[in-house]
């Protein structure tokens, strides 16, 4: 299909709980994505070590190439299980998705995943086996372009007990929000938004157990082109400015001096803006055929540190501030083609900034550090 | 038409150096004076960063810009006006 896969989930701990008793892990590749959901028994901080050692040790294992069956295999017999209830520590939900659209689904004890077709949800039909006393189901299935998937954590399915509901959501209960849902939403991102919202309401605002909603989707390759600084040798500007302009997708200004430059030589004005949003992140500016231009050295900060934090599926931050909107940008892209000029800005010199705060080649560098980590493809061209 | 043109840069040395404040500052008294003043934001002021925040009024440059001294300026030209 020459698709990527989109990946977005969101955990919320059962009410008055810290830390969420599911855990979700997610390694991607330029072939396949792999999925692992886990749910520990119970909720708080004993849920959350049980879930995250079995996605942790999933994971480990998948990335060591072994079959997906053995590894189930494998971890069925080292849980634990709990001697009061007899059941085991975790649930676990393994999905692997090729680009090109070839599912591998693997669960214990949790629910079904919804496979959400022409708008509308079907259950995937699955194999079930023994292995050792569990019941594991299996599926091998081929999906469409268009399709969406959703795992969810059997909080989910349980929704609305102890407030709305006696006996909770249900699976179809579930799969009947998302047909609604997918009716007025197109985007991932919002529909896992709104399901969420749904099961919060379900719980009248304080849910009784931990819940995650986890959705995959395909879309096409998306590319960015950022300029930041200006090049050491100003004869270049030039230069720098046509490979930003021929770069490919979007095409975003990080930096005052930078901002100036292209204007200069596109024969344009910069537009500043007094809209801020966050106190530490000045405000962005408009530049005719750019599609994001903000402040250099401390918007940059503060997107390194945010993608340093970030994990694989998690949403995007919602600010409308200049660092959360290249954030976005940044984290919605597959390829982007760096271009960072080198020429140290005097200007900075004079403010005693602290050393790796005031070297943009240090800053470009980290984020590309931490979106290679994010599978994306990262180019820099220095000047 | 305003009477008093107030441009605040937001170069990344005015802004660490105050011109955040200045701007919430400013936004107040706009508040108060309304058309009387024009408020706007603009980048690198012929390369006076060292006297960062720097600041226009009415095309006159001001450096190391405190918000007394700002308020103190605004208010003399509004005086005058």
């Known amino acids: 299909m020459g698709l990527v896969i989109d990946e977005f989930y969101k955990s919320v701990p059962k009410n008055g709980q810290v830390v969420c ?10 072939l396949e994505t792999i999925v692992v959901l886990s749910d520990g028994l119970g909720s708080g901080v004993k849920a959350n070590i049980l879930s995250t050692l079995t996605s942790k040790i999933a994971v480990g294992l998948i990335d060591k190439k072994l079959p997906l069956i053995e590894i189930v295999e494998t971890i069925i017999a080292t849980l634990p299980i709990c001697k009061v209830r007899e059941i085991a520590y975790s649930t676990l939900a393994v999905l692997k998705l090729t680009n090109d659209g070839y599912a591998h689904i693997i669960e214990i004890d949790t629910p079904s995943i919804f496979l959400l077709r022409d708008k509308k949800v079907e259950k995937i039909p699955m194999e079930e086996r023994k292995v050792i006393d569990k019941t594991v189901r299996e599926a091998k299935i081929k999906i469409k372009q268009s399709d969406k998937i959703f795992m969810v954590s059997d909080g989910v399915i349980h929704a609305g007990i102890g407030a709305l509901l006696d006996f909770g959501l249900g699976w179809e209960g579930f799969a009947r929000h998302i047909n609604n849902v997918a ?58 400015i046509f490979e930003l302009l021929e770069g490919p997708g979007k ?42 231009v903000t402040e250099g050295l401390l918007t940059l900060n503060k997107t390194a540190d945010y993608l340093d934090k970030h994990k694989l599926g998690q ?8 660092a959360s909107r290249l954030i976005r940008m940044l984290l919605a892209t597959d390829y982007i083609k760096m271009i960072v ?15 790796e705060l005031g070297i943009r080649t240090q800053v470009m ?9 994010l599978n994306k493809d990262v180019e820099i061209f220095w000047y | 038409m305003s009477n008093i043109k107030v441009e605040i840069c937001i170069g990344t040395p005015c802004y660490l150096m105050g011109a955040r404040e200045l701007i919430d500052e400013m936004q107040k008294i ?52």
Request: hydrophobic share 30%.
């Open chain 1, 315 to 322: 949403l995007y931050p919602e600010g409308k501030d200049g």
């Open chain 1, 251 to 292: 095409k975003v200004v990080s930096g005052g001096t930078t901002a100036h430059i292209v204007a200069r030589e596109l024969n344009q004005k910069v537009e500043s803006t007094f809209d801020y949003y966050d106190k530490d992140v000045p405000p962005i500016m408009k530049l005719k055929g750019m599609d994001l």
């Open chain 1, 365 to 373: 560098n980290k984020i590309a550090q931490s979106l290679k980590k």
């Open chain 1, 21 to 30: 008793g599911d855990n979700v892990e997610i390694i991607k590749n330029d």
């Open chain 1, 183 to 240: 009716d007025s939403y197109h985007d991932l991102k919002n529909m896992i938004e709104k399901l969420i919202d749904i099961c919060m309401a379900y719980y009248l605002m304080e849910p009784g157990d931990d819940f995650t909603v986890l959705g995959l989707s395909f879309r096409e390759k998306r590319e960015l082109t950022m300029l930041s600084g200006p090049p050491q040798d100003f004869k270049k500007d030039e230069k720098v």
């Open chain 1, 341 to 355: 000029g080198r020429a140290v800005n005097e200007s900075h010199q004079s403010l005693n900034l602290p050393l």
């Open chain 2, 30 to 81: 706009k508040k108060e004076y309304k058309d009387k003043i024009e408020l706007k934001s603009l980048h690198c002021i012929e390369e006076r960063c060292e006297k960062a925040p720097i600041v226009k009024v009415n095309g006159e440059i001001y450096e190391e810009v405190t918000y007394d001294k700002l308020q103190k300026v605004v208010k003399e030209k509004l005086a005058r006006l």
